[in-house]
Nanobody, 124 residues
């Protein structure tokens, strides 16, 4: 059974940082692309970042480039999202999701499995 457990969300001040973790189980970690997505109140879900574990290529939405870093630890079956220089517009529920496809872009959806989200709230 595939399980994706996201954690690390919480309140933060603008300019601060948070580190999200997505612990995965039930599939061969290095054969999947794993992405972070977020949904802000009243807005549609958007892709934030993705890492393809086959070659560790990474992809980011424009609004987080230079501030967020995605990384993957195969020994821990965990993907991290380091979020620096947070802004109020980064507020939302963050989800991790996986795809068996050999993805080399940041999708808006279409992933195979989704985990429960973790709430990030950034205040100004």
């Amino acid at each position: 059974e595939v399980q994706l457990q996201a954690s690390g969300g919480g309140p933060a001040q603008a300019g601060g940082y948070l580190r999200l973790s997505c612990v995965a189980s039930g599939f061969h970690f290095d054969d999947y692309a794993i992405g972070w997505f977020r949904q802000a109140p009243g807005k549609e879900r958007e892709g934030v970042s993705l890492i393809n574990n086959r070659d560790r290529s990474t992809y980011y939405t424009d609004s987080v480039k230079g501030r967020f870093t995605i990384s993957s630890d195969s020994a821990k079956n965990t993907v991290f999202l380091q979020m620096n220089s947070l802004r109020p517009e980064d507020t939302g529920v963050y989800f991790c999701a996986i795809s068996r496809d050999d993805i080399h872009y940041l999708p808006e959806g279409g992933m195979d499995y989704w985990g429960r989200g973790t709430l990030v709230t950034v205040s100004s």
